[in-house]
Nanobody
Framework: QLQLVESGGGLVQPGGSLRLSCAAS????????IGWFRQAPGKEREGVSC????????NYADSVKGRFTISRDNEKNTVYLQMNSLKPEDTAVYYC???????????????????WGQGTQVTVSS
């Protein structure tokens, strides 16, 4: 009965901002590892950011470092990805992912995660 539902995507101009949300049901996100990935047409799915709440460790891809921020609201059981200073190369379908074990680290590697959402489209264009 686990579901991860992404929302908040859309069309924005370069330099703009979006906040993506990932609402979880059937699974409590606190103490679990959360990741955000993205996939552009014709490209492999790549890791964007991840977070381990138990350790406070976060990781970001070099391409988004300083522009994106991952966070959680445990009361709402929701994970967020704040995206600022967006660039056309950020255009992709963005997915949230969960590893449902308590870990003190996180990695931007697909096999690490065992639950995935369906994705939300982000388009950055003038």
């Amino acid at each position: 009965q686990l579901q991860l539902v992404e929302s908040g995507g859309g069309l924005v101009q370069p330099g703009g901002s979006l906040r993506l949300s990932c609402a979880a049901s059937g699974l409590t996100l606190d103490y679990y590892v959360i990741g955000w990935f993205r996939q552009a047409p014709g490209k492999e799915r790549e890791g964007v950011s991840c977070s381990s709440s138990s350790s406070g460790i976060t990781n970001y891809a070099d391409s988004v470092k300083g522009r994106f921020t991952i966070s959680r609201d445990n009361e709402k059981n929701t994970v967020y990805l704040q995206m600022n200073s967006l660039k056309p190369e950020d255009t992709a379908v963005y997915y949230c992912a969960v590893r449902s074990t308590r870990m003190n680290m996180c990695v931007l590697h697909r096999p690490f995660y065992n639950y995935w959402g369906q994705g939300t489209q982000v388009t950055v264009s003038s």
